[in-house]
C-alpha cells in the first residue's frame, strides 16, 4: 500500500501563509484522488479538499474557499494545499489520505499520512 508523507507545517502568525506537501510513495491504480483532513483533539476529522489526480478536479471546503488552494504535481507524486489569510482556527494537524473517489467523507479514504501540525497565532 502506498505510504504518505506530509510536511510543512508549522508556527505561523494570523494572516500568514504555509503550504503542505503530500507525496506518496506510489500511485496505486486505485487510488483516483488525495484529499487534505485537519483534525482538533476531541473533535472530528474535518474535511479541508481535495484533488483528481487524473482529471484535476478539486473540492474545497467552505470554510477554507477562497484561502486555501490545493493543487498536484503528477510526476512528483506530490499534492499540496497552500494556505493563506490564516486564523488561529485553522490550527490542526492537518492529514493528507488516498482514495477512491473525490469525496470530502473521511471513511472514503483508505491510507492516511501520519499528519502535520499547524498552529496560527492571534
Known amino acids: 500500500q502506498a505510504q504518505l508523507v506530509e510536511s510543512g507545517g508549522g508556527l505561523v502568525q494570523a494572516g500568514g501563509s504555509l503550504r503542505l506537501s503530500c507525496v506518496a510513495s506510489e500511485r496505486t491504480p486505485s487510488t483516483y484522488a488525495t484529499g487534505w483532513f485537519r483534525q482538533v483533539p476531541g473533535k472530528e476529522r474535518e474535511f479541508v479538499a481535495a484533488?483528481?489526480?487524473?482529471?484535476?478536479?478539486?473540492t474545497i471546503a467552505d470554510s477554507v474557499k477562497g484561502r486555501f488552494t490545493i493543487s498536484k504535481n503528477n510526476a512528483k507524486n506530490t499534492i499540496y494545499l497552500e494556505m493563506n489569510s490564516l486564523k488561529p482556527e485553522d490550527t490542526a494537524v492537518y492529514y493528507c489520505?488516498?482514495?477512491?473517489?473525490?469525496?470530502?467523507?473521511?471513511?472514503?479514504?483508505?491510507?492516511w499520512g501520519q499528519g502535520t501540525q499547524v498552529t496560527v497565532s492571534s
Open positions: 489520505a488516498g482514495g477512491s473517489w473525490l469525496t470530502s467523507y473521511p471513511p472514503d479514504y483508505h491510507y
Open positions: 484533488i483528481s489526480w487524473s482529471t484535476g478536479s478539486t
